[in-house]
C-alpha cells in the first residue's frame, strides 16, 4: 500500500506565496515521477507542474516563472513554491507520484493524494 498525504495550502492574499509539500510513504521501490495538478469547480483537472526522478521539470503556460517545483528523494517528498499567485490559482491542489513498488515487480503505478485547497482572495 502506497500514500500520499500534501500539506501547506491554506488561504494567502494576491501577490502572496505558499508552499506544498506532499509525503509518499508505504511499499515503494523507487519513485518516477511526482507531480502537482489542480481543479477548480466546473473544469476538469489540470496539470501545475511535474519534476521526474532525474530532475527534469515541466511546467503548465499559467504558473511558468512563478511556481517552482523541487523533490527530495531521501524523504520521499515533493514540494511546490508558489509564488505571485493570483486569483485565478485558487483551486484544489492534487499531488501524484509514479512508483515501482517491488524490484521484481517492473509495472509502474500511479498515486494521488486527497488534495488540498489553496485559496488566493484579498
Known amino acids: 500500500q502506497v500514500q500520499v498525504v500534501e500539506s501547506g495550502g491554506g488561504l494567502v492574499q494576491p501577490g502572496g506565496s505558499l508552499r506544498l509539500s506532499c509525503a509518499a510513504s508505504?511499499?515503494?521501490?523507487?519513485?518516477?515521477?511526482m507531480g502537482w495538478y489542480r481543479r477548480t469547480p466546473g473544469k476538469e483537472r489540470e496539470l501545475v507542474a511535474t519534476?521526474?526522478?532525474?530532475?527534469?521539470?515541466n511546467f503548465s503556460d499559467s504558473v511558468k516563472g512563478r511556481f517552482t517545483i523541487s523533490r527530495d528523494n531521501a524523504k520521499n517528498t515533493v514540494y511546490l513554491q508558489m509564488n505571485s499567485l493570483k486569483p485565478e490559482d485558487t483551486a484544489v491542489y492534487y499531488c501524484?507520484?509514479?512508483?515501482?513498488?517491488?524490484?521484481?515487480?517492473?509495472?509502474?503505478?500511479?498515486?494521488w493524494g486527497q488534495g488540498t485547497q489553496v485559496t488566493v482572495s484579498s
Open positions: 501524484t507520484i509514479t512508483v515501482r513498488i517491488h524490484a521484481m515487480n517492473y509495472n509502474q503505478y500511479n498515486y
Open positions: 519534476i521526474t526522478s532525474s530532475g527534469s521539470t
Open positions: 508505504g511499499s515503494i521501490f523507487v519513485i518516477y515521477s
